[in-house]
């Protein structure tokens, strides 16, 4: 089974076929900076009603072409950050960064045009045939672990990739100066993975360049193959220069006998740069380093003459690639140069290569250890040497993970009928972009709404005005209605990752407000940036908060309810609820509307508390006044106690038409089908013992004298129920569901494993709790440190056995599961070792 393809995405079957088609013909998919239908609501309103007083057409047809019109239409509250916020005008410091997470080393520009620039690499002769050419991280591809030892996400980076004998080391620093983002070098290092190795490897880099419009690259040819340079220029880069330094040994300035191929053509569209350049690696060469005997390579076709076999070259861009090939070890630097970045004086800046790039990556290296410790205080809090290296890994591959996406994402309207077939062609979204950080630059390289406000709380300790990028792009992507999709596929790149039938997005899904967790931290901390960043952001905000609030309402007031589980297939146990982020996680055995999610409820409460501090500290008395007494409501213990107590469980839970008696049992042909026994389902509370139940607990809304506070703090530390050695798992092990797939195809997820958001919402709770006078204070405080050191050991025993940080881990052994490197949440463990919540 291809793994993840259930992961977190809805599949809307009905839309399948249509989403193709909207891919292709939509208007304007690789179009630049135009912005999209920006009509206002009223406006459109009017032309409906005009519309259909002239044409006499049913309402209830208008009322769906309306539906569909608000949801691809933006939000009309003023933006966030302005249009060019991202020119190298406004933000030259993040104007070239890593934002290509889905390659093992690559830059570009954060523009809807970029320039890129990227890393593959090879080994030649292991294996007959062509050689395993690297470039994009893939779970199955050998190569790992690989990550960042260092990142700040700003100017520098270290990063370590193992690729069977080879260790690569490629770094990066910047040099701020001039008007166009300023001046960068590369150094990749290749040695062999063990020294005294018989055969010396052969290997070769590719150092590229691409562009994507009219833009120019003019390559200056040296002797055999090698590049001068390449220089060229862009509106918005001005005039640039690209050069590639002969290869020396490591640590050394004596240059190394390297053979040179070059390839120049159009840009075949970014998803196929790989594939381009597989095909074009077939002439053999000869490697004669003098005094040496030759070895034979594959090689680009080396000479240095356009090729252009497109139907049409003409405002496709380039593609540039020069290939290096030589026996390791070696190091080799790669310059680019602005034009308009000088010394004072208007001198020639000296060029960042050689010992003044070693110097100022060892300067950054050591600034970067300074101000983490600084930050994060772990080697004050007795972490040892290696936590303090896994806490640094973690953040610089989150900070790493960064990406600048631009494109359309396709949406499907919500036409206002539940389970019934939705006749409607999902839409393009207007091309925005997203500066975001990723889950997993190798399985999940895009942007993730529930997950990122995790990351940001992450982030914003270690540079806050990278989270008000963040959070202000992803506010960028509010439609009419406030809605923001819950998974973003912008752009050629990050299309190419998913299947057709994935990438749309229903508008009348939600996902977790997560985004307001590093919000609330703002208004915690007080820095005034933040604070002027939240009075531009409270309109987005509050217009997300009410859109979740009410779309997502539930049969009885101050319930809520889930929209888009899956339908009730006979070859599903649980039909899942891709929305809440919980997927598998069970619930109601047949869904229903009648249907109250606790989970949900939560996080609307949290909502409302965290909209309501921000308004009341605005002087937004309007919207205090509105959202004050909800949150109140929401926080009541009554009313939690009425609609979400079980008595007959001794636990909150979610309430809906179920049953116990479900089983997946082999009914040939059909494989695994879903038994209903007896009792029959019925109305009830949800037997289903797990993180759903402790909401009220992670979000903190129950008082510390609450009754209901000390059974919850049972079954967490009940190791029947979900205390592991290694966190608290996602489901009871008493749970008839705990371990069981959801269909034969389809693997448990959210069904026992440990998740390391949930379990850094539970160390945060019961750090407050054990700060806060109350019958159960010293307990929730012992259990703190108790979960912490199981959480924080056993995420380090895991990365000092396979390098990587995982996407879940095994409550039966602690084993990293899913995919991996996760960077993405998991990098949790760096506030959780630092006590940070
Ligand atoms: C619960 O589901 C069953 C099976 O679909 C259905 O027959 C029954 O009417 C439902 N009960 C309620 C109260 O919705
Ligand atoms: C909990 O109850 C104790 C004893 O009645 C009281 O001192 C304390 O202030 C209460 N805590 C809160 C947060 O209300």
Same mark, same amino acid.
């Given at each position: 089974?291809?793994?993840?393809?259930?992961?977190?995405?809805?599949?809307?079957?009905?839309?399948?076929?249509?989403?193709?088609?909207?891919?292709?013909?939509?208007?304007?998919?690789?179009?630049?900076?135009?912005?999209?239908?920006?009509?206002?609501?009223?406006?459109?309103?009017?032309?409906?009603?005009?519309?259909?007083?002239?044409?006499?057409?049913?309402?209830?047809?208008?009322?769906?072409?309306?539906?569909?019109?608000?949801?691809?239409?933006?939000?009309?509250?003023?933006?966030?950050?302005?249009?060019?916020?991202?020119?190298?005008?406004?933000?030259?410091?993040?104007?070239?960064?890593?934002?290509?997470?889905?390659?093992?080393?690559?830059?570009?520009?954060?523009?809807?045009?970029?320039?890129?620039?990227?890393?593959?690499?090879?080994?030649?002769?292991?294996?007959?045939?062509?050689?395993?050419?690297?470039?994009?991280?893939?779970?199955?591809?050998?190569?790992?672990?690989?990550?960042?030892?260092?990142?700040?996400?700003?100017?520098?980076?270290?990063?370590?990739?193992?690729?069977?004998?080879?260790?690569?080391?490629?770094?990066?620093?910047?040099?701020?100066?001039?008007?166009?983002?300023?001046?960068?070098?590369?150094?990749?290092?290749?040695?062999?993975?063990?020294?005294?190795?018989?055969?010396?490897?052969?290997?070769?880099?590719?150092?590229?360049?691409?562009?994507?419009?009219?833009?120019?690259?003019?390559?200056?040819?040296?002797?055999?193959?090698?590049?001068?340079?390449?220089?060229?220029?862009?509106?918005?880069?001005?005039?640039?220069?690209?050069?590639?330094?002969?290869?020396?040994?490591?640590?050394?300035?004596?240059?190394?006998?390297?053979?040179?191929?070059?390839?120049?053509?159009?840009?075949?569209?970014?998803?196929?740069?790989?594939?381009?350049?597989?095909?074009?690696?077939?002439?053999?060469?000869?490697?004669?380093?003098?005094?040496?005997?030759?070895?034979?390579?594959?090689?680009?076709?080396?000479?240095?003459?356009?090729?252009?076999?497109?139907?049409?070259?003409?405002?496709?861009?380039?593609?540039?690639?020069?290939?290096?090939?030589?026996?390791?070890?070696?190091?080799?630097?790669?310059?680019?140069?602005?034009?308009?970045?000088?010394?004072?004086?208007?001198?020639?800046?000296?060029?960042?290569?050689?010992?003044?790039?070693?110097?100022?990556?060892?300067?950054?290296?050591?600034?970067?250890?300074?101000?983490?410790?600084?930050?994060?205080?772990?080697?004050?809090?007795?972490?040892?040497?290696?936590?303090?290296?896994?806490?640094?890994?973690?953040?610089?591959?989150?900070?790493?993970?960064?990406?600048?996406?631009?494109?359309?994402?396709?949406?499907?309207?919500?036409?206002?009928?539940?389970?019934?077939?939705?006749?409607? /062609? *999902? %839409? =393009?979204?207007?091309? $925005?972009?997203?500066? #975001?950080?990723?889950?997993?630059?190798?399985?999940? &390289? !895009?942007?993730?709404?529930?997950?990122?406000?995790?990351?940001?709380?992450?982030?914003?300790?270690?540079?806050?005005?990278?989270?008000?990028?963040?959070?202000?792009?992803?506010?960028?992507?509010?439609?009419?209605?406030?809605?923001?999709?819950?998974?973003?596929?912008?752009?050629?790149?990050?299309?190419?990752?998913?299947?057709?039938?994935?990438?749309?997005?229903?508008?009348?899904?939600?996902?977790?407000?997560?985004?307001?967790?590093?919000?609330?931290?703002?208004?915690?901390?007080?820095?005034?940036?933040?604070?002027?960043?939240?009075?531009?952001?409270?309109?987005?905000?509050?217009?997300?908060?009410?859109?979740?609030?009410?779309?997502?309402?539930?049969?009885?007031?101050?319930?809520?309810?889930?929209?888009?589980? /899956? *339908? %009730? =297939?006979?070859?599903? $146990?649980?039909?899942? #609820?891709?929305?809440?982020?919980?997927?598998?996680? &069970? !619930?109601?055995?047949?869904?229903?509307?009648?249907?109250?999610?606790?989970?949900?409820?939560?996080?609307?409460?949290?909502?409302?508390?965290?909209?309501?501090?921000?308004?009341?500290?605005?002087?937004?008395?309007?919207?205090?006044?509105?959202?004050?007494?909800?949150?109140?409501?929401?926080?009541?213990?009554?009313?939690?106690?009425?609609?979400?107590?079980?008595?007959?469980?001794?636990?909150?839970?979610?309430?809906?038409?179920?049953?116990?008696?479900?089983?997946?049992?082999?009914?040939?042909?059909?494989?695994?089908?879903?038994?209903?026994?007896?009792?029959?389902?019925?109305?009830?509370?949800?037997?289903?013992?797990?993180?759903?139940?402790?909401?009220?607990?992670?979000?903190?809304?129950?008082?510390?004298?609450?009754?209901?506070?000390?059974?919850?703090?049972?079954?967490?530390?009940?190791?029947?129920?979900?205390?592991?050695?290694?966190?608290?798992?996602?489901?009871?092990?008493?749970?008839?569901?705990?371990?069981?797939?959801?269909?034969?195809?389809?693997?448990?997820?959210?069904?026992?494993?440990?998740?390391?958001?949930?379990?850094?919402?539970?160390?945060?709770?019961?750090?407050?709790?054990?700060?806060?006078?109350?019958?159960?204070?010293?307990?929730?405080?012992?259990?703190?440190?108790?979960?912490?050191?199981?959480?924080?050991?056993?995420?380090?025993?895991?990365?000092?056995?396979?390098?990587?940080?995982?996407?879940?881990?095994?409550?039966?052994?602690?084993?990293?599961?899913?995919?991996?490197?996760?960077?993405?949440?998991?990098?949790?463990?760096?506030?959780?070792?630092?006590?940070?919540?």
């Amino acid at each position: 089974m291809a793994r993840g393809e259930r992961r977190r995405r809805a599949v809307p079957a009905e839309g399948v076929r249509t989403v193709e088609r909207a891919a292709r013909g939509g208007p304007g998919r690789r179009d630049g900076r135009g912005g999209g239908p920006r009509s206002t609501a009223g406006g459109v309103a009017l032309a409906v009603v005009v519309l259909s007083l002239a044409l006499g057409m049913s309402g209830r047809w208008v009322l769906a072409w309306h539906r569909a019109r608000r949801a691809v239409t933006l939000h009309s509250a003023p933006p966030v950050l302005p249009a060019d916020s991202s020119s190298p005008a406004v933000a030259p410091d993040l104007f070239w960064g890593t934002y290509r997470p889905h390659v093992y080393f690559g830059m570009k520009t954060r523009s809807p045009k970029p320039l890129l620039t990227g890393l593959m690499w090879a080994q030649q002769g292991t294996t007959p045939g062509t050689p395993k050419l690297r470039h994009t991280c893939e779970q199955g591809d050998g190569v790992g672990p690989y990550g960042w030892e260092f990142h700040d996400g700003l100017s520098f980076g270290r990063q370590h990739i193992q690729d069977g004998a080879l260790k690569l080391t490629t770094e990066f620093v910047k040099r701020p100066g001039g008007q166009h983002g300023g001046d960068w070098s590369w150094r990749v290092t290749v040695e062999p993975q063990a020294s005294g190795t018989s055969a010396i490897p052969l290997v070769s880099l590719f150092f590229y360049v691409v562009t994507d419009s009219n833009e120019v690259l003019i390559p200056e040819v040296g002797s055999k193959g090698q590049l001068k340079f390449i220089s060229g220029h862009t509106s918005e880069l001005g005039d640039f220069r690209f050069t590639l330094l002969p290869p020396t040994s490591p640590g050394d300035t004596a240059p190394k006998y390297g053979s040179y191929n070059v390839f120049w053509t159009s840009n075949p569209g970014l998803p196929l740069l790989t594939e381009m350049v597989k095909s074009r690696l077939n002439s053999w060469f000869q490697h004669r380093p003098p005094g040496a005997s030759p070895e034979r390579y594959l090689g680009l076709p080396g000479s240095l003459k356009w090729e252009d076999r497109g139907p049409s070259g003409q405002g496709q861009g380039q593609f540039l690639i020069q290939q290096v090939t030589l026996k390791v070890p070696f190091s080799i630097e790669f310059v680019f140069e602005s034009g308009s970045a000088k010394a004072g004086g208007n001198q020639v800046l000296p060029r960042l290569a050689g010992s003044l790039l070693t110097h100022a990556l060892e300067s950054h290296a050591e600034a970067f250890r300074e101000r983490f410790e600084k930050t994060f205080q772990l080697k004050e809090k007795g972490l040892s040497p290696g936590e303090q290296a896994l806490g640094q890994a973690a953040l610089s591959s989150l900070l790493g993970g960064i990406g600048y996406f631009y494109g359309q994402g396709l949406v499907l309207p919500d036409m206002g009928v539940e389970g019934t077939e939705q006749k409607v /062609d *999902p %839409a =393009l979204f207007p091309p $925005l972009p997203l500066f #975001t950080a990723v889950p997993s630059r190798s399985f999940f &390289p !895009r942007g993730f709404l529930w997950d990122e406000g995790f990351h940001q709380l992450v982030v914003q300790r270690w540079d806050p005005s990278l989270t008000r990028e963040a959070l202000g792009h992803w506010l960028g992507l509010l439609n009419a209605d406030g809605w923001i999709g819950r998974e973003q596929i912008l752009g050629d790149e990050a299309r190419a990752r998913v299947p057709p039938e994935f990438l749309v997005q229903r508008a009348v899904h939600a996902n977790p407000p997560t985004l307001l967790l590093p919000v609330a931290h703002m208004l915690e901390v007080g820095d005034p940036d933040d604070l002027a960043f939240l009075r531009k952001a409270f309109p987005r905000l509050h217009a997300w908060f009410s859109w979740l609030h009410q779309s997502q309402a539930g049969p009885v007031p101050l319930s809520y309810r889930w929209r888009g589980r /899956d *339908p %009730a =297939l006979p070859t599903l $146990l649980n039909p899942k #609820t891709l929305p809440s982020g919980l997927d598998d996680y &069970p !619930r109601a055995s047949h869904p229903s509307v009648t249907e109250r999610h606790l989970d949900l409820r939560c996080w609307v409460a949290l909502g409302a508390r965290v909209l309501t501090q921000l308004a009341e500290y605005l002087g937004e008395a309007e919207v205090a006044a509105e959202l004050g007494p909800l949150a109140a409501s929401l926080e009541a213990a009554e009313s939690l106690d009425e609609l979400h107590w079980a008595p007959e469980l001794g636990v909150f839970a979610d309430f809906g038409n179920h049953t116990k008696a479900v089983q997946l049992k082999p009914r040939p042909p059909q494989g695994l089908v879903r038994v209903v026994g007896w009792p029959q389902p019925r109305l009830q509370y949800v037997d289903a013992l797990g993180y759903v139940s402790l909401f009220p607990l992670l979000l903190r809304l129950l008082d510390p004298n609450s009754s209901r506070l000390g059974p919850l703090l049972d079954i967490l530390a009940d190791s029947r129920h979900l205390w592991s050695p290694f966190g608290l798992r996602s489901l009871a092990a008493s749970s008839s569901f705990y371990g069981q797939r959801n269909s034969e195809h389809d693997p448990p997820y959210w069904r026992g494993a440990v998740w390391l958001n949930v379990n850094y919402l539970a160390l945060g709770a019961l750090h407050h709790y054990g700060h806060l006078e109350g019958p159960h204070q010293a307990r929730a405080a012992k259990l703190h440190s108790e979960l912490r050191a199981n959480v924080v050991g056993n995420v380090w025993r895991q990365y000092q056995a396979t390098g990587f940080l995982w996407e879940q881990y095994s409550d039966r052994d602690g084993r990293g599961m899913g995919c991996r490197p996760f960077h993405g949440w998991t990098s949790l463990v760096l506030l959780a070792m630092a006590e940070d919540y």
